[in-house]
């Protein structure tokens, strides 16, 4: 029988450090940000809705926002890309 090769491949199980595992924290998931902040994609495999998994570890800037989600610009290669990201897969950076 042929697996899958959906982007949700082999994402079901992503390794999430042992002290953020189990109840998601309400921080995490109300967490706001602003046009402009640079955030990095960290994603939760506890949530439906993920980025695609080669956006992982990537880091860009918040151009704007649909609903709770924020478009994140990253660079990818030798291109800008626009991506959708829900505040439950992001992490502020300095």
């Not at 082999?10 to 402009?36: A, M, P, S, W």
């Not at 994609?41 to 918040?62: L, T």
Request: no cysteine; proline share 4%; glycine share 10%.
């Amino acid at each position: 029988m042929k697996g899958s090769k959906g982007y949700r491949h082999k994402t079901r199980n992503l390794r999430v450090e042992t002290r953020d595992r189990g109840k998601v924290k309400i921080k995490q998931y109300l967490q706001e940000f602003n046009e402009g902040d640079m955030v990095s994609i960290a994603i939760n495999p506890s949530f439906q809705a993920i980025p695609h998994p080669r956006f992982r570890g990537k880091s860009g800037r918040v151009v704007g926002r649909q609903g709770r989600a924020y478009y994140i610009e990253i660079k990818d290669k030798n291109k800008e890309k626009r991506i959708l990201v829900t505040p439950e897969h992001l992490v502020g950076l300095k």
